[in-house]
């Protein structure tokens, strides 16, 4: 599985949009960007995923680079609720087991 | 429906004694995962299921570790002869079948504390 890189820490202000970066130099044309979150004392809750084109769920829009080798999630109308731990992860599709490898991943904190 | 549980949520226990922890999935769910997470951290993947076989047990740490899951349903996880280092949340996943597009719902954890 490809390597992420995030930024550790990210602040943002209630009802502003939260860009939340992950650079993925190294991924592999099947490979998949995942996003989860995690607030505190919970486990692991998913966002959203992506291959190629961009996406937007319920919950958030991701922006995947043409040469894919970095995304931004997009949280557009960020609340307080939404101050988590968020990671980005890399995965290969079907045929694999699944697992998750987590990084360190950002910790966002929604200021009112 | 019912999400995904774990029990117990919190368990403290003696340097040197087995541990057994549960997770009960979504039902339907035919893939299984434990994860691992310290203080901290961000979480290690320990095992996986697809059914009842365990095609990946690359995670587990040391033979100390072991884990079940009868059919396609309730997993434990035993850890015996606990050390300091094994405190952490124990995080269990599932999902409707393993790999891309079959997204891993977690339960809330348990946390293990080794004194």
């Known amino acids: 599985d490809a390597k992420t890189t995030q930024p550790p820490s990210m602040d943002c202000a209630e009802g502003r949009a939260a860009n939340l970066p992950c650079n993925h130099s190294?991924?592999?044309?099947?490979?998949?960007v995942y996003w989860y979150r995690q607030i505190h004392s919970q486990g692991p809750q998913y966002i959203i995923h992506?291959?190629?084109n961009n996406e937007t769920n319920e919950m958030a829009s991701l922006i995947i680079t043409e040469d894919r080798k970095s995304s931004t999630l997009i949280l557009p109308h960020a609340t307080l609720r939404d101050t988590a731990v968020y990671y980005c992860?890399?995965?290969?599709?079907?045929?694999?087991?699944?697992?998750?490898?987590f990084g360190q991943g950002t910790t966002l904190q929604v200021k009112p | 429906g019912a999400g995904v549980s774990q029990s117990p949520s919190n368990k403290v226990t003696e340097k040197g004694k087995d541990v057994e922890l549960r997770c009960d999935p979504i039902s339907g769910h035919t893939a299984l995962y434990w994860y691992r997470q310290r203080l901290g951290q961000g979480l290690e993947f320990l095992i996986y299921f697809q059914g009842n076989s365990a095609p990946d047990k690359s995670g587990l740490p040391s033979d100390r570790f072991s884990a079940e899951r009868t059919g396609e349903s309730v997993s434990t996880l035993t850890i015996q002869r606990t050390q300091q280092e094994d405190s952490a949340v124990y995080l269990c996943?599932?999902?409707?079948?393993?790999?891309?597009?079959?997204?891993?719902?977690f339960g809330p954890g348990t946390r293990l504390t080794v004194l």
């Open positions: 996943a599932s999902s409707i079948l393993a790999g891309d597009g079959n997204e891993q719902f």
């Open positions: 190294t991924i592999s044309g099947n490979e998949y």
């Open positions: 992506g291959l190629k």
């Open positions: 992860i890399v995965r290969v599709p079907p045929g694999n087991t699944g697992k998750l490898i």
